[in-house]
């Protein structure tokens, strides 16, 4: 997985540019079965990845 474009902020979004960063170099030869489940955590409790990061949810009423 690559990606190709982004509209972040400038600089948020660096770490996903291979140019700037080979950060996502270290998801080489990972799939869903390799690391085990308990080895998609943080080191911190475990795993085998320095941090996680996920997406929020703003609720909109209507």
């Not at 997985?1 to 979004?13: K, N, S």
């Not at 996903?16 to 409790?45: R, Y």
């Given at each position: ?13 660096d770490k ?43 609720p909109v009423?209507?």
């Open positions: 997985m690559r990606t190709l474009e982004h509209a972040e902020t400038p600089g948020l979004g996903i540019e291979l140019a700037k960063n080979p950060w996502v170099l270290s998801f080489n030869g990972k799939s869903l079965t390799d690391p085990s489940e308990s080895g998609w955590a943080v080191k911190k409790d475990g795993g085998q990845f320095d941090q996680f990061t996920g997406a929020t949810i703003t009423l209507m």
